[in-house]
Structures are given as C-alpha cells and as structure tokens.
C-alpha cells in the first residue's frame, strides 16, 4: 500500500486539513477491506450462532469490494480490517483442536462490590460531558485504585498522563512513532494497568510496541516524587509481532491479582488467523500470569492449560480475533470482550464469572455468529463460546467495535447495569443488557460529538464510565440527562 505523509508544502493550514481528511479517508477506506485474500473460500455449511443480540443488518461489501465509511480522521485501532493489497496467502487446512476439558472458575464475584443491576433504558436520556481536552492520541483512561481520585490518559504515542494534563510517564524514546492515519499505524502504546497494591509498592505495568514494532510488557515504578521512573523499567515479556496490526493492547488486573492481557492474531495474513485456536502460539488469546512471583512472571497454578506440554501455560482464553479492550464488571466479575470483526460482523464476547477458564471464543471459524468467508470446512459450533451481540460491520459507517465498561457507578443509578460500548469509526455507543428472561439486548444511546473516534472507553476509582476521542484529544464522561 502505498505511504501517505503530510508535510510541509506550503499550503494554507486550512488547506492542509481538508487534504488531510481527503487522504485520512482513503487510508480509512483501505484499511477496512480485511486479511490479506487467499481467495473467498466455500464453506460447506455456514449456519449462525443462535441467541445473539444484534443491530440492524445490512448486506455486506462482496469479498474485493470497497465500503466507504465516513472520512474520520484516524485509522482504526488495533484489529481494524487491513487492506487488500497485500499478498496472497495460501488457505490452510482449517482444523480445530480437541477441546480441553473444563476448569474451574477462576473469578469468583467480589463480595465487597455493590449487588448487580439490570439496566433498563426506557426513559433513560445519555450523554456525555467533557471532563478533559488536549492529549495526544488518548487510548485509555483509567485509575491507579490507590484511591487518590486520580485519572490517568494513556496516549498512543508512548506518554501517561493524569486529568490535568502533567506528566506521569514518558517512554516516548522507546516506542514506536506510528501517528494515526492509516491501519499501518496500529502501533504504540497500547495498554496500562496498576498493581492492586499500588498505593503500597508503585507498580505499573505497560504494553507498547517497541521501536521494531514489537510487543513489550514492562513493570515501572512510581518515584519519590510522585510520577512514575522510566528508568525503573523491569521487562516481563516480549514478543515478534509478525505485522504491523492486530496487536491485542489490553492490560487489566483480575480480583484475583492475576494480570490479564489481550494479544491479537500478529496481523492481517490469512495463515495468522489460525493462532487463535493453536494453544501452543500466544496470539489470539488472553494471558493470565503471576506478576508478584517468578522470574520474570509466574504462572497460576489454575491456569486451564497448565498441564498441557502442548500449550502455553499462560493461556487463559483463546479463539479470539483481537481483544483490543475488555473488562470485568466490578459487580459480578463477568468478563465482556470487544471483537472486530471482518466484512460482516462486529460482535462482544462474554464470560460470566461463574463459568470455567479456557474458553473457545470460535475465532477464526466464526465471524461473530456468521461462518467466516476464509473459513473452508464445515462451521460447527461444538463447544465454542458465541458472542452475545452483534451488529453488521459497515452499517451506517461503523467498522470497527470497541469494547467498553458496565456502569457500576453513584452518580447516575439509572444507568446501573448497562455494559458501554461503542464504534471507533461512527463514533456510535450502545449499552448492552439482560432483559428480565436473560435474553440480551442492545441500544443505541448516543454518538459522540462530531467528527469523534472511539479510542477505548475505561472507568474510575467510583465505576463512572468514560470514553477517549482519540482524534480529537478529548476524555468523555457518561452523565444522564
């Protein structure tokens, strides 16, 4: 694909902006077009996945051809689709492992968090107030838990900052400089999550590509002066990252203190896809180790997969395209993941606490509830866990769904229960909810002030629920009314 730069040319800054929007859009426009073909493969049965909330589908763009979402300024995050000019990847055998047995739940509900809720949105007005402006290339907003009140913005470009806008971390001379304008841009910093004892010992940990592009997952220490040492840098693990997307990103701690961390397919290629159901590979999963034991990490002894010599023993989770965000409800521990999908569906993954570790999310077999077009053997759904909502990828200039946060906060107890999420390129939020029989369902709610990119939602200290325009530089509250 050939590079777009914007730079010095003489031209009104005016007129460098409208350029800039003309070229971001078609940058937007490849960018969405899917892995790299290997031909439309045939499966033989592409039945759907039942009990799936979704939105209003559309048909969607034939295999090769081109939708056109709106002319935002930015490139999708991590999993967006890539485009197809890349080379052309031989089909592979499409086989799935045997299934591993069940294990036991290994995130039991915290006692101490406020009893759940089901949201009901009749009569419910949201929308959102701007609590801060001015960051670059925000992609997360979170809290140290150290109960100080303080939010932190993660910007992109490799810099944490609290609300304020001072400077808690700069690890710029060590991640990659990316921008934001097109899917080969999908690297940076990715992911930050603070020790729970934070407020005890300092710790930090971070996901960032480095200069080559690939993974890095670092623990930082706060100094004596409050802000975090960015030569206190202790590395857990590192990881090739085989293309320039499909990253993963997302750092959380569990109430069980494990780390929890979301890692893509490695890219785009058709033959990368097939990570997702190798348990030997740690891409397309979710990891779960021990940050406050072994050299340099530990594994759980209840990690599903500890036995297997075939497996990697820090595999919690697996069959997923690119969780790029995903979180726990602090009310009942359920684990909700945004999935990017392809051409035909953008769907959320859920595990509810209760339920057993080492789920198959179906990744790369199932596109959300639809038979993936790559796919070339029959699409069984046998022991994998479907998405619970769905809505078509290029409807209505959507492309890329981000997942977000339940609302467990004081503030606006209409909003109790309703899982935020919404869609990077529309800048469309739904909240997602049971229904009295344990259907789900879904809503539009808002989108955000125009022209807005959904980065990444997150939540403070209280469980208030906020949303990062990354284009724009600005930090989102929910509020009602």
């Known amino acids: 694909m050939k590079q777009f730069s914007l730079g010095s040319s003489g031209m009104s800054a005016g007129a460098l902006r409208v350029v800039g929007l003309l070229l971001v859009g078609l940058l937007l426009i490849a960018a969405c077009s899917g892995p790299d073909e290997a031909g439309p493969g045939e499966p033989t049965e592409t039945p759907s996945l039942p009990g799936v909330a979704t939105g209003t589908m559309t048909t969607p763009p034939p295999q090769g051809e081109t939708p056109v979402p709106p002319a935002p300024t930015s490139q999708p995050p991590e999993g967006s689709p890539a485009p197809p000019d890349g080379p052309t990847q031989p089909p592979l055998e499409p086989t799935l492992p045997p299934q591993p047995p069940a294990t036991e739940a290994t995130q039991p509900p915290d006692s101490t968090s406020p009893p759940p809720a089901s949201f009901n949105p009749d009569g419910v007005t949201v929308s959102v107030e701007n609590v801060g402006s001015g960051f670059t290339q925000p992609a997360f907003v979170t809290h140290a838990g150290d109960d100080s009140g303080r939010i932190f913005i993660l910007e992109k470009v490799g810099t944490i900052k609290p609300l304020d ?21 999908e690297q940076g910093m990715l992911g930050v999550a603070f020790h729970p004892l934070y407020a005890e010992n300092g710790f930090l940990y971070v996901h960032y590509s480095d200069l080559n592009g690939d993974h890095v997952i670092s623990r930082f220490s706060t100094g004596p002066d409050g802000v975090a040492d960015p030569n206190s840098e202790s590395i857990l693990l590192t990881l090739d990252q085989p293309e320039v997307n499909f990253h993963g990103g997302q750092l959380l701690f569990g109430t069980d203190g494990y780390l929890y961390i979301g890692l ?75 999935g990017p999908g392809q051409f035909t569906e953008e769907w959320v993954n859920y595990q509810p606490a209760d339920t057993p570790a080492g789920q198959n999310f179906g990744w790369p ?91 990444s939602f997150g939540e403070d200290e209280a469980g208030e629920v906020y949303v990062c325009d990354i284009v724009n530089g600005v930090i989102y509250r929910f509020v009602t009314g």
């Open 264 to 338: 893509g397919t490695g890219g785009s290629a058709v033959e990368l896809q097939y990570n997702s159901q190798d348990l030997g590979s740690l891409y397309g999963k979710i990891l779960r180790i021990d940050v406050d034991s072994g050299d340099p990490y530990g594994i759980p002894a209840d990690n599903p997969f500890v036995d297997d010599p075939d497996a990697r023993p820090e595999v919690w989770a697996y069959g997923l395209r690119n969780p790029w965000r995903f979180s726990f409800d602090r009310a009942t521990n359920d684990l909700y993941i945004g």
């Open 365 to 455: 077999m199932y596109e959300g509830s639809q038979c993936w077009d790559e796919w070339e053997g029959p699409c069984d759904p046998t022991g994998l866990v479907p998405p619970i909502l769905t809505y078509p990828t290029y409807d209505d200039g959507n492309c890329v769904v981000i997942g977000g946060n339940v609302y467990r906060g004081p503030e606006f107890p209409a909003l109790q229960g309703a899982y935020f999420f919404g869609d990077f390129c529309s800048g469309r939020v739904w909240t997602g909810w049971q229904d009295d029989a344990g259907a789900w369902q879904m809503t539009e709610m808002l989108r955000l002030p125009g022209p807005g990119l959904i980065s």
């Open 165 to 185: 806008g001072t400077m808690f971390l700069d690890i710029r001379d060590r991640v990659i400089q990316t921008g934001v304008f097109g899917y080969e841009h």
